[in-house]
């Protein structure tokens, strides 16, 4: 079969060096790419926003499936126009992708089919806004309604922090915003493969979602991940799979629009359980880089069974290895990052044992260079978190990147926990 893959950073990366080892797989593209991804497919230049162009390279080139990796070309439509002229898809419709594309959806849906998640406001006007805050007292947590790529959460401690945050979203009509109330514990991602119907737990992870070590500074897509979380134990995974996905998987299908795909949990493990923080519709990265080397089983055919419903009849399996991911992010990041700094040393870091995949690279002139803001994402195994981070960090080491960092401490809650600290 010939498969589209949509996407270009590490993420993608990760999915096409894992369907590219399916035996039923013939031909694999991607648009727009990367030059790691270049390594398992033909990189094609396609206007994703133009889904008119998507459908007629998928006939000229007999394609049998997509992958869509990202949010965007979901919350678009994108599956929709697909699934419409036959083409199967890995990804949600629309209808279901507004779990990541509206806050204000996922939240509602969570009130009426009463899934633990955070007591919250919807508000559509400043003055509106401002009491609630008041309301719900500090700190508190203020987030855009629409896709902001990680950027649109506020965690206001103060009271000018809050109406800070308000004042920036509230700049003209039609502005809709979610307040929340602030959540306490660890956090942990859940991953569930989904038909509609059948559900199959797909693996955790934990994130890294600040710049700097001991998790300080901005927000990022995520400096770091290792698989599996064990801070999220098979009981509190089977409690978040029945009380959180399961009725959220439930209810979309009652209506008529069902999941299919993966569908993205972020957690928080609070002291009366898991609670619902946010869905995302598509793979975390960089979590789908340690998920994808813990991977045994054919994505393809997995993906394949989410999109035609013959997911039950599927299993996946898993290294029991723990896999860890450090993106190694270009200078700037999460501002603007500095582009164009040259990387060496991939093979020296794969000689030690790891995967080195390509985010925001580029080849240029017979050089590697630096595309974006995360760069590259250096993945190993270990049999426990801290050899995987030990076999991470000697790759990390040996790859050359001068304009280039990284976080030194990814999985430090989970080898503290290893040390009995
Ligand atoms: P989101 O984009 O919804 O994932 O939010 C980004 C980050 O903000 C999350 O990963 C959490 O660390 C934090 N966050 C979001 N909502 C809450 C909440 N209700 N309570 C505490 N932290 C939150
Ligand atoms: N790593 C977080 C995300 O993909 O949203």
Redesign the pocket.
Known sequence: MNVLLVGSGGREHALAWKLAQSPRLTKLFAAPGNPGIAEHAELVELNIADHRAVIDFCRREHIGFVVIGPEAPLVDGLADNLRTIGVGVFGPSKAAAQLEGS?GFTKDLCAREGIP??R?ERVHALDGARAVVGEFGL?V?I?ADGL?A?K??T?ATTAEEADAALAGLFTGPGAEAVI?????GE?ASLFVLTDGAHLMPFGNAQ?H?RVGDGDVGP?TGGMGAYSPARVLTPELEARAIEEIVRPTITALTRVGTPFQGVLYA?L?LTAEGP?L??Y?VRFGDPECEALMLRLESDLLELMIAADDGTLAEHEARWRDEVAMTVVLAAQGYPGTPETGGTIGGIDAAEAEGAKVFHAGTRLAGGKLTAAGGRVLAVTALGSSVAEAQAAAYRAVDAIDFPTGFCRRDIGWREVAREKGE
């Open positions: 806050k998640t955070a919250y700190p947590v987030k902001a990680g649109g959460v965690i929340e109330e602030f959540l306490t956090e994130d979602k927000n972020g928080m609670k923080i946010e995302n």
